[in-house]
Each structure stands twice: as C-alpha cells, then as structure tokens.
C-alpha cells in the first residue's frame, strides 16, 4: 500500500554534501514517523535519523550529528536527509523507512514500509 523510493546517491568527495530523498506513493505518511537507516555489507542495518510526523522533533546518530539533517515536506509525501561533511565512513547503501505508532527511533523493527535503497560512496 506504501512504496518508497530513494534518490538522491552517488560518488562524492570527503567533504561534500549530498541530499537524498525519498518519495512515497500509495498512501499519505503525514502521520507517520520516517527514518533514514544505512548498511554496508560488514554492517548490520544501521540507524541514522528520524523525524516524527510532525516534523518538530528529530534524532539523529552521533556518528552524523550536526553533518546531517533530516527533513519532511507532508504536502509532498516526500522526507530528505541532507549530508553534509560526508567521510569515507559514511559509504552505504541508505534506505528510508516509514512507520506507524514508532516509539523507538533507531529500531529496524518499529518501521511497517522500506525503499529500495540508493548508494552513496565517498571515497578514501
């Protein structure tokens, strides 16, 4: 009922900045909470922000906070991640994540809906 699309990812150099997004059809997500999780294929699934549905209240990981920020536009059932600052250590695929009644921010498991993914590599 809810399909998410990621765009946004490519090649970028240590330092530079890169805005993802993520488009949501099928469904309105204005009350839903969305997340923006990364993997590599050494790492689990791993947590980097979220904004509730209102937009007034985000967390992020410290490993990308004040680098990133993530934002919503409900008008456009759309959510971004601006990165900013971007390191080699921030090489991974990102998804973006919807979720119904979310009380826990970082958990893979508090999200109903999942994009397809989109690439972001930043070279050493």
Do not use: H
Not at 23 to 44: C, D, I, N
Not at 75 to 88: D, H, I
Request: hydrophobic residues 35%; charged residues 20%.
């Amino acid at each position: 009922q809810v399909q998410l699309v990621e765009s946004g990812g490519g090649l970028v150099q240590a330092g530079g900045s890169l805005r993802l997004s993520c488009a949501a059809s099928g469904r309105s997500l204005s009350k839903y909470a969305m997340g923006w999780f990364r993997q590599t294929p050494r790492k689990e699934r791993e947590f980097v922000a979220a904004i509730a549905w209102s937009g007034g209240s985000t967390r992020y990981a410290d490993s990308v906070k004040g680098r990133f920020t993530i934002s919503r536009d409900n008008a456009k059932n759309t959510v971004y991640l601006q990165m900013n600052g971007l390191k080699p250590e921030d090489t991974a695929v990102y998804y973006c994540a919807a979720g119904d009644l979310v009380r826990v921010w970082v958990l893979r498991s508090q999200y109903d809906y999942w994009g397809q993914g989109t690439q972001v590599t930043v070279p050493s």
